[in-house]
């Protein structure tokens, strides 16, 4: 049935499983013939096992802050780019919806657009000014 080539303490033994029928299996050790009781097999992982400590939890963590509001509402840039054009200016009072600026973001015009109407409190750019994903561009109040 199978063969295998074991080492022991610098010996050889060459091992023949001839049969095995229920939990006893007839072996051939180096000619000499054996009935051997086999025991339940020990299963081994070929993948590690991944065990996780919890991690303690410092004071106030874990907690939601709430974020004070001054009553402002900040437009920020979708993603990275240039400032084209403004479409208001500081006093003008804008719609929810309504586009305020368009910018120049990978290659493309997009229209940026607030989600809150008001009056425009403070514009933070100027038309050609390059800005980051996040930055306040303008606040409505």
Excluded: C, W
């Excluded at 049935?1 to 001839?18: L, N, P, Q, R």
């Excluded at 072996?27 to 991690?55: A, C, F, M, Q, W």
């Amino acid at each position: 049935m199978k063969k295998y080539k074991f080492t022991i303490s610098g010996h050889d033994y060459d091992v023949h499983i001839k049969d095995i029928e229920d939990n006893i299996a007839e072996v051939d050790v180096n000619g000499t013939h054996y009935e051997v009781v086999v025991h339940n097999e020990i299963k081994t992982s070929k993948t590690p096992r991944l065990v996780r400590k919890p991690l303690e939890k410092l004071p106030g963590e874990g907690q939601i802050k709430k974020k004070e509001t001054s009553g402002k509402f900040e437009v920020t840039a979708p993603l990275p780019g240039t400032i084209l054009k403004l479409n208001v200016a500081v006093g003008d009072v804008v719609a929810e919806g309504q586009n305020v600026l368009v910018m120049e973001a990978m290659k493309m015009e997009n229209q940026v657009q607030t989600t809150k109407g008001g009056e425009v409190l403070s514009v933070k750019v100027n038309v050609g000014d390059a800005v980051q994903q996040d930055d306040v561009l303008l606040e409505i109040g």
